[in-house]
């Protein structure tokens, strides 16, 4: 009986939205909230990881070091935006510790406009994945093609903006240009095609 009980509450907890998982976890203190809400980031926590350390190994270990090293400041985390807020977080702690390796300079690009990716990239984690890739093949293609070819190898790419501006002929601030208005022009059709 105690087992159905605790599966009927995981049903449950899986339904929560992020808010209300930090709200649960804030209030009562059980892990199994903040398990559930750092699940959820896992994939996004490794595709950071990979992004800025170029290594799967050192990114699957960082991602355990990094909800270790996070757990705590949870607590004083708002509830808006947690997605925002938790890859910054990871994008900090990657660099904080390309920086103790090397001591050499890194470069930081400004991705302060590209932080809420994880929604397009959320569409190709659901159950339904084969639609919605579908749907988000058909809203790439409607974006005109500076925009889409710069969301393609930025996020699926995973190149950088100068990387990008290599590739394409583009100058830097174009690019940049073209990955901001693609997104927000991607998640307004995402949108609209009840995504």
Same mark, same amino acid.
């Given at each position: 009986?105690?087992?159905?009980?605790?599966?009927?509450?995981?049903?449950?907890?899986l339904?929560?939205?992020?808010?209300?998982?930090l709200y649960?976890?804030?209030?009562?203190?059980?892990?199994?909230?903040?398990?559930?809400?750092?699940?959820?980031?896992?994939?996004?926590? !490794? #595709?950071?990881?990979?992004?800025? $350390?170029?290594?799967? =190994?050192?990114?699957?270990?960082?991602? *355990?070091?990094? +909800?270790?090293?996070?757990?705590?400041?949870?607590?004083?985390?708002?509830?808006?935006?947690?997605?925002?807020?938790?890859?910054?977080?990871?994008?900090?702690?990657?660099?904080?510790?390309?920086?103790?390796?090397?001591?050499?300079e890194?470069?930081?690009?400004d991705?302060?406009?590209?932080?809420? !990716? #994880?929604?397009i990239?959320?569409? $190709?984690?659901?159950? =339904?994945?084969?639609?919605?890739?579908? *749907?988000?093949? +058909?809203?790439?293609?409607k974006?005109?093609?500076?925009?889409?070819?710069?969301?393609?190898?930025?996020?699926?790419?995973?190149?950088?903006?100068?990387?990008i501006?290599?590739?394409?002929?583009?100058?830097?601030?174009?690019?940049?240009?073209?990955?901001?208005?693609?997104?927000?022009?991607?998640?307004?059709?995402?949108?609209?095609n009840? $995504?």
């Open positions: 009986m105690q087992k159905k009980i605790f599966l009927l509450r995981k049903k449950e907890i339904k929560l939205s992020d808010a209300n998982l649960q976890y804030k209030d009562s203190g059980k892990s199994i909230y903040v398990v559930e809400l750092f699940d959820r980031y896992i994939p996004l926590l !490794y #595709g950071v990881g990979l992004k800025y $350390l170029k290594d799967g =190994d050192k990114a699957q270990d960082t991602v *355990i070091r990094f +909800i270790e090293a996070i757990r705590d400041k949870i607590f004083d985390r708002d509830s808006v935006d947690f997605r925002s807020w938790i890859y910054q977080e990871m994008k900090n702690f990657c660099l904080q510790i390309r920086s103790n390796e090397g001591g050499k890194i470069l930081i690009e991705d302060s406009d590209f932080t809420d !990716y #994880g929604d990239m959320y569409l $190709l984690e659901k159950e =339904d994945n084969y639609n919605n890739v579908k *749907i988000l093949k +058909i809203c790439l293609e974006l005109p093609d500076q925009q889409r070819i710069c969301l393609i190898y930025f996020f699926m790419n995973d190149l950088s903006f100068d990387e501006a290599d590739k394409t002929g583009y100058t830097l601030e174009h690019v940049k240009t073209y990955i901001r208005q693609g997104k927000r022009n991607l998640k307004i059709s995402i949108e609209k009840g $995504l």
